[in-house]
């Protein structure tokens, strides 16, 4: 029997969680700019704008929970027991996510409050989210590499780009399927997709 590496372990889930505070601080950045969440973190924001009973946090957690049952009931009896876990990691997200909320309500200035035409509002709102994009991205590549490692004007391109590209690569992708794997093997590599995303 493999021996377990308890301190690998200890080091793999501070790094993974460090990444999941992280991950909640450019949600909070990007709530504070006010011009749009991601796919993702849509649903909860706005069910914690109607519903403010329940913070961000809290719906995440039952919407990522949500996610995860009905991952559950799609995959059946393939399903892995670890991907339990899942719960857990999302747990701990949405109360990082409560937490960074709560540290831009407090230390993050609303950009409709500065003295600034409407112009120089919507600019403070662009940093914001360039932040909540880009710049931790920048922190720890100057921390590692001391240079910026594979953040540079593309970034941002694609940050604001890729989405609109992918629509208009969607209609094309039964055909692309059919072309390089056949009708059959398509529906297999469409199996192997379907798997990958819920993983």
Do not use: D
């Given at each position: 029997m493999n021996k377990i590496d308890y301190s690998t372990m200890f080091r793999k889930i501070v790094i993974y969680c460090l990444g999941l505070f992280i991950m909640a601080m450019g949600v909070s950045f990007s709530g504070s700019a006010d011009l749009g969440m991601s796919p993702v973190?849509?649903?909860?924001?706005?069910?914690?704008?109607?519903?403010?009973?329940?913070?961000?946090?809290?719906?995440?957690?039952?919407?990522?929970?949500?996610?995860?049952?009905?991952?559950?009931?799609i995959l059946g009896k393939n399903i892995q027991p670890t991907r339990i876990l899942q719960l857990i990691c999302t747990t701990i997200f949405g109360y990082f996510t409560d937490f960074t909320n709560m540290l831009a309500d407090k230390f993050l200035p609303d950009p409709a409050s500065?003295?600034?035409?409407?112009?120089?509002?919507?600019?403070?709102?662009?940093?914001?989210?360039f932040i909540s994009m880009v710049l931790i991205a920048l922190i720890i590549s100057l921390l590692y590499f001391k240079q910026f490692h594979g953040i540079r004007e593309g970034t941002v391109i694609a940050a604001f780009g890729v989405g609109k590209i992918l629509g208009f690569y969607e209609p094309l992708k039964p055909k692309v399927y059919n072309?390089?794997?056949?009708?059959?093997?398509?529906?297999?590599?469409?199996?192997e997709l379907n798997n990958g995303e819920l993983a």
């Open positions: 973190n849509s649903i909860p924001y706005v069910l914690s704008e109607i519903f403010t009973q329940l913070s961000m946090g809290t719906w995440i957690i039952i919407i990522f929970s949500l996610y995860i049952l009905i991952q559950f009931i500065f003295a600034l035409p409407v112009v120089g509002v919507y600019g403070v709102r662009l940093v914001y989210l072309l390089m794997y056949g009708s059959k093997q398509k529906q297999e590599k469409q199996q």
